[in-house]
């Protein structure tokens, strides 16, 4: 869909350039474009054999161009959600600090590399996505049963959202790309 879109849009852009252009008088070399009908010939004609044509021409480009507009705006609406989810300032607050616990719990899991929490959607519709980067001989299951049981929950706890969907997306890190975690220093 949006190689479709992209193309429709590159296609638009290119024959609003080339009306510009010719408005511009970019292509007077070429000839006279004053000498020449804005419609060609048989366009013209039917036209003014058929008066509706160009009022309803005219309308169906409005409409358009209006769900063009209304789609840009959803679009807009959801990449600000996605980064600064509707909430009030006290959920805010409490989010940030139960990421943080979050965050603290998931990197103290056996294979856990690094971790990624963020609290998007709306009000109506808030969910957590939470990015884990693993180890790449780590069991995933594992991993998940633990999140689940624990951190996960407590996070709803905290948030004050029993249901908050959560989003959990794992990422195995290659050997030759991995973090040695500092060992403890025995006493």
């Not at 000498?35 to 048989?42: K, T």
């Not at 005219?58 to 996605?82: D, K, S």
């Not at 884990?132 to 049963?145: I, R």
């Amino acid at each position: 869909m949006r190689i479709a879109i992209a193309a429709t849009g590159t296609v638009l852009l290119l024959a609003g350039g080339a009306a510009l252009a010719l408005g511009l008088g970019v292509f007077d070399a070429f000839g006279d474009p004053s000498a020449r009908p804005l419609l060609d010939p048989a366009v013209a004609r039917f036209a003014g054999d058929n008066g509706w044509f160009l009022p309803v021409a005219a309308g169906a480009a409005e409409l358009l161009a209006l769900a063009g507009q209304l789609w840009l705006v959803v679009q807009g609406r959801a990449v600000v959600h996605q980064w600064w989810p509707d909430l009030d300032p006290e959920t805010r607050v409490r989010a940030r600090a139960a990421a943080d616990d979050l965050t603290r719990d998931v990197r103290g899991l056996p294979g856990v590399q690094d971790t990624r929490v963020r609290l998007t959607g709306t009000a109506d519709r808030p969910r957590l996505r939470l990015n884990v980067s693993c180890a790449g001989d780590t069991l995933v299951s594992e991993v998940y049963g633990e999140l689940g049981a624990g951190p996960v929950e407590r996070y709803r706890r905290a948030v004050g959202m029993p249901d908050l969907p959560v989003v959990i997306r794992f990422r195995p890190v290659p050997a030759r790309l991995r973090r040695r975690r500092p060992e403890p220093e025995t006493a």
